[in-house]
């Protein structure tokens, strides 16, 4: 194996070749004692059947011997080798959760109603980015464990993941709200439903003061929520 999948995939082979064995060994037997029977009454079996037979009879303890021949192989050599690929995976991993941290930090710090399109679809990308490294991490920890290493720790992942959530409802909230406000202002007034608008306001109200709470330490994000709040009092 040149890949820690691939390694992952031959342990588990290789740890479970004997309750395969144990799965086979009543079918051997069966086979066993139908060739005595056909034997015992002198029939003759075509030989291409007994070779079958004899390959499956001899396969047992040559797959054992390899087993035991690969794992002596694992642990002379391939144990340190994938040991080093493992920990540099790791490194890698912790580097692209630290990016996505500060990409965050950079746009949580981000004001500007005019660019909310912009911001929105920046933060659906993290988003999508940091639930690939979620599952990567998941991978490098199923391999630390194979591996018996101490599972690394990804400061930060968890945290950063959760932060995404609200920054990315607020910037969403913010281009809905101008989308909306244009049709408003520039659309046909005979086609205004009253009705729309009052819960569409009350929607956008309610959004607002769920965010507020959720961004109640952080001013940045609440400077938005007080720009539309403006935003939703002039019209």
């Given at each position: 194996?040149?890949?820690?999948?691939?390694?992952?995939?031959?342990?588990?082979?290789?740890?479970?070749?004997?309750?395969?064995?144990?799965?086979?060994?009543?079918?051997?037997?069966?086979?066993?004692?139908?060739?005595?029977?056909?034997?015992?009454?002198?029939?003759?079996?075509p030989h291409a059947l007994q070779r079958r037979?004899?390959?499956?009879?001899?396969?047992?303890?040559?797959?054992?011997?390899?087993?035991?021949?690969?794992?002596?192989?694992?642990?002379?050599?391939?144990r340190g080798r994938f040991n080093i690929k493992?920990?540099?995976?790791?490194?890698?991993?912790?580097?692209?959760?630290?990016?996505?941290?500060?990409?965050?930090?950079?746009?949580?710090?981000?004001?500007?109603?005019?660019?909310?399109?912009?911001?929105?679809?920046?933060?659906?990308?993290?988003?999508?980015?940091?639930?690939?490294?979620q599952e990567q991490v998941k991978k490098q920890?199923?391999?630390?464990?194979?591996?018996?290493?101490?599972?690394?720790?990804?400061?930060?992942?968890?945290?950063?993941?959760?932060?995404?959530?609200?920054?990315?409802?607020?910037?969403?909230?913010?281009?809905?709200?101008?989308?909306?406000?244009?049709?408003?202002?520039?659309?046909?007034?005979?086609?205004?439903?009253?009705?729309?608008?009052?819960?569409?306001?009350?929607?956008?109200?309610?959004?607002?003061?769920?965010?507020?709470?959720?961004?109640?330490?952080?001013?940045?994000?609440?400077?938005?929520?007080?720009?539309?709040?403006?935003?939703?009092?002039?019209?």
């Amino acid at each position: 194996p040149k890949l820690a999948d691939e390694l992952q995939s031959t342990l588990e082979a290789v740890n479970g070749l004997d309750a395969f064995l144990e799965e086979r060994r009543p079918v051997l037997a069966s086979i066993r004692e139908m060739f005595e029977l056909l034997h015992d009454r002198s029939h003759q079996v075509p030989h291409a059947l007994q070779r079958r037979w004899y390959d499956c009879i001899h396969a047992v303890p040559d797959l054992r011997d390899r087993s035991e021949r690969w794992q002596a192989i694992f642990r002379k050599d391939l144990r340190g080798r994938f040991n080093i690929k493992i920990a540099e995976k790791a490194k890698i991993l912790s580097a692209q959760v630290e990016e996505c941290r500060l990409i965050l930090e950079e746009y949580a710090c981000k004001v500007s109603l005019n660019k909310a399109e912009f911001y929105h679809t920046k933060m659906k990308q993290l988003q999508a980015r940091m639930g690939k490294l979620q599952e990567q991490v998941k991978k490098q920890h199923a391999h630390e464990q194979m591996m018996e290493m101490t599972l690394s720790e990804f400061p930060g992942l968890v945290a950063t993941a959760e932060q995404i959530t609200p920054l990315l409802e607020l910037w969403y909230l913010a281009h809905e709200w101008i989308q909306w406000k244009d049709e408003i202002l520039f659309g046909e007034f005979a086609r205004i439903d009253p009705n729309v608008v009052k819960e569409k306001l009350t929607s956008c109200t309610d959004t607002m003061r769920r965010l507020e709470q959720v961004f109640a330490s952080q001013p940045r994000p609440r400077q938005v929520l007080h720009s539309l709040s403006l935003e939703l009092t002039e019209l």
